[in-house]
């Protein structure tokens, strides 16, 4: 029998359910030795979820993956906003870079008129952009570096070439920051660790890399990671989906839980760390993430199991003083009646679906960022974290 992780104030060895449990631990490990030389050969970490073709974004459609791979080719500012809301792009980093693209269309569209119309066009297709999905900070932030790119032209010409300049600066400082919350969060992986992650937090996330993902991905070249544990992440699936598919592309061990199969393997010192990313943080660390971030945290809580957040310092949102000043988006309720297009509920019965939910800063082990690792007192460290990023 397997040694378990090291357990964090799980079952005794005596436990009957501790004894499944290494079951299940040596099931995990079985099934990824067999499946190393299965794995495909594509890597997911140079996989992009958006590009700039010169006239237009080219989107790789998440909702597809992993059973089709098919690009979005878009050229309407209002399309863009389209995909945001069908979750063909989605991950707070990458939905701040698909929002200032899609200022970057909105004024191409508008290029042909005065100075004085075009700002106003831009400032209400901006607004537009920006309340395409009102949890996740980075689309945004996104949309408002955009516009203050566009102020400084003098002609709507000078801004359409400042807005797409500023576009791919933005794309590659997002690159540049998952490398370095890949750096800083592996040194917190202790060598042969298993991991959970929520949701997908990779390179179909973010301009690529990742940041959760990022952490998982510098793990395993530094060679201190064994296996991932991703759960589904209910209604849509971004877990079993789509982790699970950069993982296996990228030939990272991986093995997909349902969600609520996550206390039991926390429980059981499987586990040595959760580690997640964010949609928006709040000034006192609060985390607002997809929903069933909280559950996880709390169970981490409860089994002495660390718990990281992985974002940018674009995630951190100090005007939002906490979490209960965050906007939590209600999905349509058809994604639970019927998920990826099968019937699941009696016809009639209400369906409640927020998208999102908040998990206090007392459950927050440490924020990972690229100007480094944030601690508790979080209004402090996280302010400071901002601040490097000027």
Same mark, same amino acid.
């Given at each position: 029998?397997?040694?378990?992780?090291?357990?964090h104030?799980?079952?005794?060895?005596?436990?009957?359910?501790?004894?499944?449990?290494?079951?299940?631990?040596?099931?995990?490990?079985?099934?990824?030795?067999?499946?190393?030389?299965?794995?495909?050969?594509?890597?997911?970490?140079?996989?992009?979820?958006?590009?700039?073709?010169?006239?237009?974004?080219?989107?790789?459609?998440?909702?597809?993956?992993?059973?089709e791979?098919?690009?979005?080719?878009?050229?309407?500012?209002?399309?863009?906003?389209?995909?945001?809301?069908?979750?063909?792009?989605?991950?707070?980093?990458?939905?701040?870079?698909?929002?200032?693209?899609?200022?970057? =269309?909105? !004024?191409? @569209?508008?290029?042909?008129? *005065? /100075?004085?119309?075009?700002?106003?066009?831009? +400032? $209400? %297709?901006?607004?537009?952009?920006?309340?395409?999905?009102p949890?996740?900070?980075?689309?945004?932030?996104?949309?408002?570096?955009?516009?203050?790119?566009a102020?400084?032209?003098?002609?709507?010409a000078?801004?359409?070439?400042?807005?797409?300049?500023?576009?791919?600066?933005?794309?590659?400082?997002?690159v540049?920051?998952?490398?370095?919350?890949?750096?800083?969060?592996?040194?917190?992986?202790?060598?042969?660790?298993?991991?959970?992650?929520?949701?997908?937090?990779?390179?179909?996330?973010?301009?690529?890399?990742?940041?959760?993902?990022?952490?998982?991905?510098?793990a395993?070249?530094?060679?201190?990671?064994?296996?991932?544990?991703?759960?589904e992440?209910?209604p849509?699936?971004?877990?079993a989906? =789509?982790? !699970?598919? @950069?993982l296996?592309?990228? *030939? /990272?061990?991986?093995?997909?839980?349902?969600? +609520? $199969? %996550?206390?039991?393997?926390?429980?059981?010192?499987?586990?040595?760390?959760?580690?997640?990313?964010?949609?928006?943080?709040?000034?006192?660390?609060?985390?607002?993430?997809?929903?069933?971030?909280?559950?996880?945290?709390?169970?981490?809580?409860?089994?002495?199991?660390?718990?990281y957040?992985?974002?940018?310092?674009?995630?951190?949102?100090?005007?939002?003083?906490?979490?209960?000043?965050?906007?939590?988006?209600?999905?349509?309720?058809?994604?639970?009646?019927?998920?990826?297009?099968?019937?699941?509920?009696?016809?009639?019965?209400?369906?409640?679906?927020?998208a999102?939910?908040?998990?206090?800063?007392?459950?927050?082990?440490?924020?990972?960022?690229?100007?480094?690792?944030?601690?508790?007192?979080?209004?402090?460290?996280?302010?400071?974290?901002?601040?490097?990023?000027?």
């Open positions: 029998m397997l040694t378990p992780s090291s357990n104030g799980g079952l005794n060895d005596e436990s009957g359910e501790r004894m499944e449990l290494l079951g299940v631990r040596s099931f995990f490990l079985a099934r990824n030795e067999e499946s190393r030389g299965t794995m495909q050969t594509a890597h997911a970490a140079g996989v992009r979820a958006l590009e700039w073709t010169g006239t237009h974004l080219r989107l790789l459609d998440q909702a597809r993956l992993p059973h791979v098919r690009y979005l080719e878009l050229q309407d500012w209002r399309e863009v906003v389209e995909a945001v809301r069908a979750l063909s792009v989605r991950g707070a980093p990458a939905l701040g870079v698909a929002g200032v693209y899609a200022v970057v =269309l909105a !004024a191409r @569209e508008l290029a042909g008129l *005065g /100075i004085g119309p075009f700002r106003e066009g831009l +400032s $209400a %297709a901006a607004d537009g952009i920006a309340r395409a999905r949890t996740a900070v980075n689309l945004a932030w996104g949309v408002s570096r955009a516009l203050r790119a102020d400084k032209a003098r002609t709507p000078e801004a359409v070439a400042a807005l797409v300049a500023e576009a791919a600066a933005i794309l590659d400082e997002d540049a920051a998952n490398r370095a919350i890949g750096a800083h969060g592996a040194a917190l992986v202790p060598t042969g660790a298993t991991l959970l992650t929520h949701c997908n937090t990779g390179s179909l996330a973010t301009a690529g890399h990742g940041t959760a993902l990022g952490i998982v991905r510098t395993w070249a530094e060679g201190r990671l064994r296996e991932v544990i991703a759960t992440t209910r849509l699936l971004q877990g989906r =789509l982790t !699970a598919w @950069e296996s592309q990228d *030939g /990272i061990p991986v093995t997909v839980v349902v969600d +609520s $199969a %996550a206390g039991a393997l926390l429980r059981g010192g499987c586990i040595e760390a959760v580690v997640v990313g964010a949609d928006r943080i709040a000034a006192n660390g609060d985390v607002a993430n997809k929903i069933g971030t909280y559950s996880l945290a709390v169970l981490a809580r409860a089994n002495g199991v660390p718990f957040v992985a974002a940018p310092t674009t995630t951190v949102d100090l005007e939002t003083q906490t979490g209960d000043g965050i906007p939590i988006e209600e999905r349509p309720g058809e994604e639970v009646e019927a998920p990826l297009g099968t019937r699941a509920t009696p016809p009639g019965v209400a369906v409640l679906n927020p999102f939910d908040v998990t206090p800063a007392e459950y927050v082990t440490a924020i990972v960022t690229e100007a480094g690792i944030a601690r508790p007192p979080y209004r402090e460290s996280l302010a400071g974290m901002v601040a490097h990023r000027g």
